[in-house]
């Protein structure tokens, strides 16, 4: 039984090697189902291609998709954004100034 919730608390956390993308968080605390917001923006605005595929791998690219619909556009670098747009097919994020709530 003490096996199985270890193993369950494992899935439920990210890699170690997301700690240089997630340098304001503790990855071992995280959980990847919980903060999934946090996680992507981090990831596309910071990290690399491995980050990324292990995302893709793990949650799938219509959750992700769902994920950046509710993430607003300013919270992207740039290049970042125009990545996301690129490989996940998406035309239009919401736009927030960073004062107001997101709008469509």
Do not use: C
């Amino acid at each position: 039984m003490r096996k199985k919730k270890m193993q369950q608390k494992r899935k439920d956390r990210l890699p170690d090697f997301f700690q240089e993308v997630m340098w304001s968080y503790d990855v071992q605390k995280i959980s990847i189902n919980s903060a999934k917001k946090e996680i992507l923006v981090n990831t596309l605005n910071y990290g690399q291609w491995h980050h990324l595929e292990w995302l893709v791998r793990r949650w799938g690219k219509k959750e992700i998709v769902e994920i950046l619909k509710e993430i607003p556009e300013s919270e992207l670098r740039p290049p970042a954004l125009a990545l996301a747009k690129v490989l996940f097919k998406i035309h239009k994020l919401p736009y927030a100034l960073r004062s107001d709530k997101i709008r469509s």
